[in-house]
Antibody, heavy 118, light 111 residues
């Protein structure tokens, strides 16, 4: 069974870039049937899809975040990454990585809280 | 890309059945049989419980069922148990220009 684990700084300065990595174990991110995605959840609020990447580098992003988001995959390290630029307090959230298969978010990481504050 | 509409809260007594609705548009819920449902306990990651409108992943109790009519999808939990108390989110595919949209979430209280 796949396991996903997010990692990265828990505190980011306003206007800086948020960077997170999702390390995958129990399977290869080069698996052709999966996409690899990011979802976030502001404190006390609902879920928001950010985007996802295929192992060949093909990406899809939420229209509301596309100007600030980059998601990439590194098959040699079996991980994929999220970069979100020009962050504000509104980007404070728990960030989850997840697989996209069976047209759903099937396996999830445990999530990591990222706070945007000076 | 607007969020799907769910009731903020629902409640039921042990043993009863409850239904949570998820209303979208003809561009998402109404156009694709790609609705999924997630259960989330406080402080935990969401867990997939229904995909493709009504299919259950391995390990999901058959007390959970999903359906769809027009632009509205529904999650029904039968034989309500205390452990079902959680937040529930629906999600739908919305096409290549806005692939995924979530509902605002519904808090289920077991009385």
């Amino acid at each position: 069974q796949l396991q996903l684990q997010e990692s990265g700084p828990g505190l980011v300065q306003p206007s800086e870039t948020l960077s997170l990595t999702c390390t995958v174990s129990g399977g290869s991110i080069a698996r052709s049937s999966y996409y690899w995605g990011w979802i976030r959840q502001p404190p006390g609020k609902g879920l928001e899809w950010i985007g996802y990447v295929f192992y060949d580098g093909t990406t899809y992003y939420s229209p509301s975040l596309t100007s600030r988001v980059t998601i990439s995959a590194d098959t040699s390290k079996n991980h994929f990454s999220l970069k979100l630029t020009s962050v504000t307090a509104a980007d404070t959230a728990v960030y989850y990585c997840a697989t996209v298969n069976f047209n759903s978010f099937y396996y999830w990481g445990q999530g990591t809280l990222v706070s945007v504050s000076s | 890309q607007s969020a799907l509409t769910q009731p903020a809260s629902v409640s039921g007594s042990p043993g009863q059945s409850i239904t949570i609705s998820c209303t979208g548009t003809s561009s998402d819920v109404g156009n694709y049989n790609l609705v999924s449902w997630y259960q989330q306990y406080p402080g935990k990651a969401p867990k997939l419980i229904i995909y493709h409108v009504g299919d259950r992943p391995s390990g999901t109790s058959d007390r959970f069922s999903g359906s769809k009519s027009g632009n509205t999808a529904s999650l029904t939990i039968s034989g309500l148990q205390a452990e079902d108390e959680a937040d529930y989110y629906c999600c739908s595919y919305g096409g290549s220009r806005a692939p995924w949209v979530f509902g605002g979430g519904t808090r289920l209280t077991v009385l």
